[in-house]
């Protein structure tokens, strides 16, 4: 099997900063891509950012551009999304995803870390 566990989440105050790790664990594997949804209560999870390996381009919710960055390393199937300014509507459970292939969609997903962001 493949897992995904998520760290790094926790409190943090309206401007400030947190950063999320994801590790992948399990069976052997290389992702086409890993990425980031969040979903917040009430709200339908929704897509935040991802990384694609072979360019390393990324791709942002437009709410967050410019604010969040999305980095990591394909060798070792990390990736870490790093929130700044941080702003209350944030606040959510964030959920690590990876795409094993091009054409597979986001087909693995962690259990979640919970962000909050105090106003």
């Known amino acids: 099997q493949l897992y995904l566990v998520e760290s790094g989440g926790g409190l943090v105050q309206a401007g400030g900063s947190l950063r999320l790790s994801c590790a992948a664990s399990?069976?052997?594997?290389?992702?086409?891509?890993m990425g980031w949804f969040r979903q917040a209560p009430g709200k339908e999870r929704e897509f935040v950012a991802q990384?694609?390996?072979?360019?390393?381009?990324?791709y942002f919710l437009d709410s967050v551009k410019g604010r969040f960055t999305i980095g990591g390393d394909n060798t070792k199937n990390t990736v870490y999304l790093q929130i700044d300014s941080a702003r209350p509507e944030d606040t959510a459970v964030y959920y690590c995803?990876?795409?094993?292939?091009?054409?597979?969609?986001?087909?693995?997903w962690g259990q979640g870390t919970q962000v909050t962001v105090s106003s």
């Open positions: 399990g069976r052997t594997f290389k992702s086409y891509a």
């Open positions: 995803t990876v795409a094993t292939t091009r054409n597979s969609g986001f087909d693995y």
């Open positions: 990384i694609t390996w072979n360019q390393g381009t990324t």
